[in-house]
């Protein structure tokens, strides 16, 4: 990337780009933030398909969840930068010797490149009988159902506030039906207000429920993500 040298040292120039014809403003401020954004260049530095890796790396540094041996479902899983992480810490490889091997699933609607270590499949996780594919495929039950859907944006804040309430409550009670006893559940929502009825939800099946913004997540985004440990069976 440019840098500029001064006498205090080296900084980062700012890239800007130029509007083109056909090309809408929004896009074009897209553009220049992805070119801009740190976890954008430090996914690609460190092989990673996108920036959301870092934000379950944050909640995984925080809550231990992704540990050597665990069974993980990836719901949503495109482009697999959560996938991805979760290979390395639940040593879904085998590579850490003396550690437990653990198994890492990943479904979505469309077709996801592979990754080593992984388990992919293309799946509606909301059809009927899903879940029983889930653990057909898993061997059994999971011990962390993870997700970090959204749905796709109308341009209407409250519409999309109660679409993506409605995808994280539909992968909660997929995860109730293939999370073991003890297990955990991570999956992005946004704040708001329509949010109340599912925190309750989790409050019952799990004995602690969080809520937090990783530091990964864009300052001007109102995603947050929940974070339901110690599932109740």
């Not at 437990?100 to 509606?124: F, N, R, S, Y």
């Not at 539909?170 to 207000?193: M, N, S």
Request: glycine share 10%; charged share 30%; proline share 2%.
């Amino acid at each position: 990337m440019a840098r500029k040298t001064s006498g205090r040292g080296q900084r980062e120039l700012r890239v800007k780009v130029k509007s083109a014809r056909g090309r809408k403003l929004s896009s074009t401020l897209w553009l220049e933030r992805q070119l801009n954004d740190p976890y954008v260049l430090r996914a690609k530095r460190e092989g990673y398909r996108g920036r959301a890796a870092f934000k379950i790396l944050e909640l995984d540094d925080k809550y231990r969840f992704l540990v050597p041996g665990a069974r993980v479902v990836d719901l949503g899983c495109a482009p697999g930068g959560w996938c991805q992480v979760a290979v390395k810490r639940v040593n879904a490889l085998g590579d850490k010797a003396g550690k437990k091997v653990g198994t890492i699933l990943g479904v979505d609607l469309q077709e996801v490149e592979p990754i080593a270590g992984c388990e992919i499949h293309q799946l509606d996780f909301m059809e009927d009988g899903a879940d029983d594919k889930v653990k057909a495929w898993l061997g059994g039950k999971a011990d962390v159902v993870m997700s970090d859907m959204a749905a796709s944006a109308s341009g209407h804040k409250q519409t999309d506030h109660l679409r993506i309430i409605a995808l994280c409550e539909a992968a909660a009670y997929l995860a109730f039906d293939v999370l073991e006893e003890g297990g955990t559940f991570v999956a992005k929502v946004l704040a708001g207000g329509a949010e109340g009825d599912l925190q309750q939800l989790l409050k019952q099946k799990f004995t602690k429920v969080a809520n937090v913004k990783p530091e990964a997540s864009r300052s001007d985004s109102s995603e947050k993500f929940v974070v339901a440990t110690g599932f109740r069976g």
